[in-house]
Structure formats: structure tokens, C-alpha cells
């Protein structure tokens, strides 16, 4: 499956999409801002994941120096 993301300050235009999508057999949805926030939260999470794990002990110690 493969993503389109639309972004559009006009909601009327964004309507259009929603409907063409739906005419053409597609599954289309507007965000709501929490929506695009939460998304946002995930790829950082996702970019985050990217470094090495790191105990708790480490961490201490290096806060207390």
C-alpha cells in the first residue's frame, strides 16, 4: 500500500480530493490536527529508535558527573 499525503489550507479543496479518491475506488481521509501530531510524534519516536540502547545505570552515571 502506498500513502499520498495533501496538504491545503482550503477545506473545499480538500473535499474535492476526499471525493475523487472516493470515486475512484480509493480510501481517503482528512486529519484532524491531533491526527497530524500524533504522526509527527511517531516519526520522531521512529528517528529516536535510530541510536543504541542505553541503560538506566549509564544515564545515571553520566548525569551525576
Known amino acids: ?3 499520498v499525503i495533501i496538504n491545503s489550507e ?3 479543496d480538500l473535499k ?7 470515486r475512484l475506488g480509493l480510501s481517503a481521509k482528512i486529519l484532524t490536527k ?3 501530531e500524533d504522526n ?3 516519526k520522531a519516536m521512529l528517528e529516536g529508535r535510530k541510536t543504541k540502547f542505553v541503560s538506566r ?3 545515571m552515571k553520566k ?3
Do not use: G, H, P, R
Not at 474535492?16 to 472516493?22: D, P
Open 1 to 3: 500500500m502506498s500513502t
Open 10 to 12: 482550503n477545506k473545499e
Open 16 to 22: 474535492i480530493f476526499v471525493e475523487l479518491a472516493t
Open 34 to 36: 491531533e491526527e497530524k
Open 40 to 42: 509527527a510524534l511517531y
Open 57 to 59: 545505570e549509564a544515564v
Open 63 to 65: 548525569l551525576s558527573s
